[in-house]
């Protein structure tokens, strides 16, 4: 442990003169800011010893998925509003409500927008119904092994996108801040990433995003509280001063900069309702408290939480039009393009409004943020792979040893490839990275889950054939879509007009999830619906929440 946290030490320090602007390609000096270090240390070495804690008690596969389920419902809840409050939402939303201005709440809308359903339809049953994953729960009734094989490998796909937005954020905050060229921060976050979960798994994890949320939050209402008194506390005038500063005038208050399409903007709107619905490593974390009421309770104390936040975001957001554009010198460049990129805007408002102190503070929570919740996908992610996968797959060959190595071994895979697909995504805004993931998870996850838990009609066949196509459909449209197609590829125009496919392809998943399971009359389809009776009793009384057996 102390060779890791002398390795990352060393990397902080080393080449600390320099700075490379991803946009422009230049390189040039930058101060520093021993603040931002200093902070991020203390930080790194309080999550060490508590991972070390944590690996004490994380000896059992039960353990490390679930800290043994008994997480408190408080502890969970900011734990959860930690998962959401991240780098995507601090510095991705930020800079979208900087660059996009009204458009840019969409983002927020469709994240709150989601937990009503979680809150209401989703946490108890689910709680009742799984033991460690999402998966548990869509398998519960029906043949395990495809349906797992495939709802796995869609949640593979989500976690990836979701990770590759964490780690740019990652490598950008690191590259303007510390001086640091971009790939090393993204070594420094997936080797500290491996130790976190590897050893201390769920209880390590809940208890980094716990520290991270009331930092981040923190951290969240002093600048916003700084913004406000800039602005003498009138919202009118943080608004009216963005009208004045904005390139697009009033219209930075009115929707039509970023989305210009009004099917585009339903899109977005499906992919972030549904699509936090179906986040594997968000409902991962209701199976880590003692019942389901925990789990309901849990999941108020995480609207709670982001409710206070986002209204943060808001106000920084917005503040930052006039401000950043008030003070070009200091935060553009020669070419008129933000200093280290466009998902800064958070950070340069920092430094505006509380200097060096703030901006070092600011700096470290946030790569604290990002440690926190790549820890969280990566657990995720690995628990798919060891529990999801190889659990069904070993069959009466399972052991506990062996899942446990294969959970540990994976853990390092995904790291490797975070680095390589944060590399590719480098110049990408992490907000809408992120939303890539989000696309994914409304588009196979959330109907497939829901359908699950409330359709008696639902069939192993129609689970397989939909999750197949919606996945595929997904991850074609996103890439021929214009964030990748063009703003990756660097081709002219996109072949699928939208970003975001969900208005595409959630139509296709249900259609083939209502057709295939409706007219399917096999031997094993008349096992599925029979077996609904069962479930509905388990989801709705909570008696025993092993998953059925594969039969």
Same mark, same amino acid.
């Given at each position: 442990?102390?060779?890791?946290?002398?390795?990352?030490?060393?990397?902080?320090?080393? &080449? &600390?003169?320099?700075?490379?602007?991803?946009?422009?390609?230049?390189?040039?000096?930058?101060?520093?800011?021993?603040?931002?270090?200093?902070?991020?240390?203390? $930080?790194?070495?309080?999550?060490? %010893?508590?991972?070390?804690?944590?690996?004490?008690?994380?000896?059992?596969?039960?353990?490390?998925?679930?800290?043994?389920?008994?997480?408190?419902?408080?502890?969970?809840?900011?734990?959860?509003?930690?998962? =959401?409050?991240?780098?995507?939402?601090?510095?991705?939303?930020?800079?979208?409500?900087?660059? @996009?201005?009204?458009?840019?709440?969409?983002?927020?809308?469709?994240?709150?927008?989601?937990?009503?359903?979680?809150? $209401?339809?989703? +946490?108890?049953?689910?709680?009742? !119904?799984?033991?460690?994953?999402?998966?548990?729960?869509?398998? =519960?009734?029906?043949?395990?092994?495809?349906?797992?094989?495939?709802?796995?490998?869609?949640?593979?796909?989500?976690?990836?996108?979701?990770?590759?937005?964490?780690?740019?954020?990652?490598?950008?905050?690191?590259?303007?801040?510390?001086?640091?060229? #971009?790939? *090393?921060?993204?070594? @420094?976050?997936?080797?500290?990433?491996?130790? *976190?979960?590897?050893?201390?798994?769920? !209880?390590?994890?809940?208890?980094?995003?716990?520290?991270?949320?009331?930092?981040?939050?923190?951290?969240?209402?002093?600048?916003?509280?700084?913004?406000?008194?800039?602005?003498?506390?009138?919202?009118?005038?943080?608004?009216?001063?963005?009208?004045?500063?904005?390139?697009?005038?009033?219209?930075?208050?009115?929707?039509?900069?970023?989305?210009?399409?009004? %099917?585009?903007?339903?899109?977005?709107?499906?992919?972030?309702?549904?699509?936090?619905?179906?986040?594997?490593?968000?409902?991962?974390?209701?199976?880590?408290?003692?019942?389901?009421?925990?789990?309901?309770?849990?999941?108020?104390?995480?609207?709670?939480?982001?409710?206070?936040? #986002?209204?943060?975001?808001?106000?920084?957001?917005?503040?930052?039009?006039?401000?950043? &554009?008030?003070?070009?010198?200091?935060?553009?460049?020669?070419?008129?393009?933000?200093?280290?990129?466009?998902?800064?805007?958070?950070?340069?408002?920092?430094?505006?409004?509380?200097?060096?102190?703030?901006?070092?503070?600011?700096?470290?929570?946030?790569?604290?943020?990002?440690?926190?919740?790549?820890?969280? %996908?990566?657990?995720?992610?690995?628990?798919?792979?060891?529990?999801? !996968? *190889?659990?069904?797959?070993?069959?009466?060959?399972?052991?506990?040893?062996?899942?446990?190595?294969?959970?540990?071994?994976?853990?390092?895979?995904?790291?490797?490839?975070?680095?390589?697909?944060?590399? @590719?995504?480098?110049?990408?805004?992490?907000?809408?990275?992120?939303?890539?993931?989000?696309?994914?998870?409304?588009?196979?996850?959330?109907?497939?889950?829901?359908?699950?838990?409330?359709?008696?009609?639902?069939?192993?066949?129609?689970?397989?054939?939909?999750?197949?196509?919606?996945?595929?459909?997904?991850?074609?449209?996103?890439?021929?879509?214009?964030?990748?197609?063009?703003?990756?590829? +660097?081709?002219?125009?996109?072949?699928?007009?939208?970003? #975001?496919?969900?208005?595409?392809?959630?139509?296709?998943? !249900?259609?083939?999830?209502?057709?295939?399971?409706?007219?399917?009359?096999?031997?094993?389809?008349?096992?599925?619906?029979?077996?609904?009776?069962?479930?509905?009793?388990?989801?709705?009384?909570?008696?025993?929440?092993?998953?059925?057996?594969?039969?």
């Amino acid at each position: 442990m102390k060779y890791i946290l002398l390795f990352t030490t060393a990397l902080l320090l080393s &080449n &600390n003169l320099f700075a490379a602007d991803a946009l422009t390609g230049s390189v040039e000096k930058q101060p520093l800011n021993t603040t931002a270090i200093t902070m991020f240390l203390v $930080f790194v070495v309080t999550t060490l %010893l508590i991972t070390v804690w944590a690996a004490v008690r994380s000896k059992t596969t039960s353990a490390l998925y679930t800290g043994g389920g008994g997480i408190s419902y408080w502890q969970n809840g900011l734990a959860i509003a930690g998962d =959401f409050i991240s780098a995507a939402s601090f510095l991705g939303i930020t800079s979208a409500l900087f660059f @996009i201005g009204l458009d840019g709440s969409l983002l927020i809308i469709g994240v709150m927008g989601s937990w009503p359903v979680i809150l $209401f339809l989703i +946490a108890e049953r689910l709680r009742n !119904l799984g033991r460690y994953t999402l998966v548990d729960v869509v398998s =519960f009734r029906l043949k395990q092994r495809p349906v797992k094989l495939v709802i796995a490998t869609a949640s593979l796909a989500v976690l990836t996108f979701y990770l590759i937005g964490q780690l740019v954020g990652a490598g950008k905050l690191i590259q303007l801040l510390f001086g640091l060229d #971009y790939i *090393y921060a993204l070594i @420094i976050v997936s080797t500290l990433m491996i130790i *976190y979960v590897s050893l201390g798994g769920m !209880l390590a994890t809940t208890w980094v995003q716990f520290i991270k949320a009331i930092l981040l939050v923190l951290g969240g209402g002093i600048t916003s509280f700084l913004v406000l008194k800039y602005f003498d506390f009138e919202f009118g005038k943080i608004f009216n001063s963005a009208v004045e500063s904005h390139p697009k005038g009033l219209a930075a208050l009115q929707p039509g900069i970023g989305f210009k399409s009004p %099917l585009g903007v339903v899109s977005l709107g499906l992919t972030m309702l549904l699509g936090f619905i179906g986040l594997p490593h968000v409902l991962m974390r209701m199976f880590t408290v003692k019942d389901a009421a925990a789990a309901r309770k849990s999941s108020f104390v995480a609207i709670s939480i982001m409710s206070l936040f #986002y209204l943060m975001v808001v106000v920084i957001g917005f503040g930052a039009i006039a401000i950043l &554009n008030d003070n070009p010198e200091a935060y553009y460049d020669a070419a008129g393009k933000l200093k280290g990129g466009g998902n800064m805007v958070a950070v340069h408002i920092a430094h505006f409004v509380g200097g060096d102190f703030l901006l070092g503070f600011m700096a470290a929570v946030t790569f604290a943020t990002i440690l926190a919740v790549v820890a969280g %996908l990566t657990l995720s992610a690995s628990a798919t792979i060891a529990h999801d !996968l *190889y659990r069904t797959f070993a069959g009466d060959k399972h052991s506990e040893r062996t899942e446990m190595i294969i959970m540990r071994s994976s853990v390092v895979g995904v790291g490797v490839i975070g680095i390589l697909l944060g590399v @590719i995504f480098e110049n990408q805004n992490v907000a809408f990275v992120t939303t890539f993931a989000l696309a994914v998870s409304a588009s196979v996850n959330a109907p497939i889950l829901i359908a699950s838990m409330y359709w008696k009609n639902l069939t192993t066949r129609g689970v397989v054939w939909s999750g197949i196509i919606g996945l595929v459909s997904s991850i074609i449209l996103i890439v021929l879509g214009p964030l990748v197609w063009v703003n990756v590829l +660097a081709n002219e125009t996109p072949i699928f007009p939208y970003g #975001y496919p969900t208005v595409a392809t959630l139509p296709i998943t !249900l259609l083939c999830l209502y057709l295939i399971s409706k007219f399917d009359q096999s031997d094993r389809a008349k096992e599925d619906r029979a077996g609904f009776e069962e479930q509905y009793i388990r989801s709705e009384l909570g008696v025993g929440a092993a998953s059925a057996s594969d039969h």
